[in-house]
């Protein structure tokens, strides 16, 4: 897999697109705050606010579903719109929430082992919520077992993506976090990218 083709595309993909990509990043980013702010959880120990805020920012976990709906349309070619961050509160609000919190529950018992298996798991998932885009039908359970099948022999590959953008990160911090806002579309296309290029894959290997 070349790296570089896969950026490539992401630039490609962005031509043109790149205020609503900014747009629906900054969005998003200004809403997730939101719990935070309007809470404001001061004190030091653990409070009800805190719960509070965890369980807003969870709930709105289907908004976060949506951007990276909008970067997977993007990287097919397709029109984005702000109402990609609302589109799973309309169709598939509950089971996001249950694959968000069976996605997250796995992920604490293989760090509860140990830490590396852990990480190694946050890349076995990564995809869920890009198969649940493709196969809606699927339940929760389903989604996150066939993001580690797709992502077996792969979980280096992204890895290792996520490592060529080491460069672009340190851009971001050096310019105060104002790169970000171009920084995390393109990685979000990039990977979205690697999606559809390891699910042909699959869907080749599993439905010859």
């Known amino acids: 897999m070349y790296y570089s083709k896969l950026r490539a595309k992401a630039r490609e993909s962005l031509k043109g697109n790149w205020l609503i990509a900014i747009g629906l990043f900054v969005v998003t980013t200004i809403i997730f705050t939101l719990p ?3 809470f404001n959880p001061n004190e ?3 409070s009800w606010r805190d719960i509070a805020v965890i369980l807003a920012t969870w709930l709105l976990t289907p908004m ?3 951007l990276i709906w909008a970067w997977i349309d993007l990287s097919r070619g397709k029109d984005i719109r702000f109402g ?3 589109h799973p509160f309309q169709t598939i609000f509950t089971k996001t929430i249950f694959v968000s919190f069976l996605q997250g529950l796995f992920l604490l018992l293989w760090t509860l082992l140990f830490i590396v298996p852990g990480i190694i798991k946050s890349f076995s998932y990564m995809m869920t919520f890009y198969i649940l885009r493709d196969r809606p039908e699927l339940s929760p359970l389903q989604v996150i077992t066939e993001s580690r099948k797709m992502m077996d022999g792969h979980k280096g590959e992204a890895f290792v993506l996520g490592l060529t953008f080491i460069g672009w990160f340190l851009l971001g911090l050096v310019t105060l976090g104002i790169g970000f806002l171009w920084i995390v579309p393109y990685i979000s ?3 979205a990218h690697f999606y559809d290029t390891i699910r042909e894959e699959y869907e080749a290997k599993h439905h010859a």
């Open 64 to 66: 976060s579903v949506g």
């Open 189 to 191: 296309v990039t990977f």
């Open 84 to 86: 990609h961050l609302v």
């Open 44 to 46: 030091y120990n653990f």
């Open 36 to 38: 935070d702010f309007i």
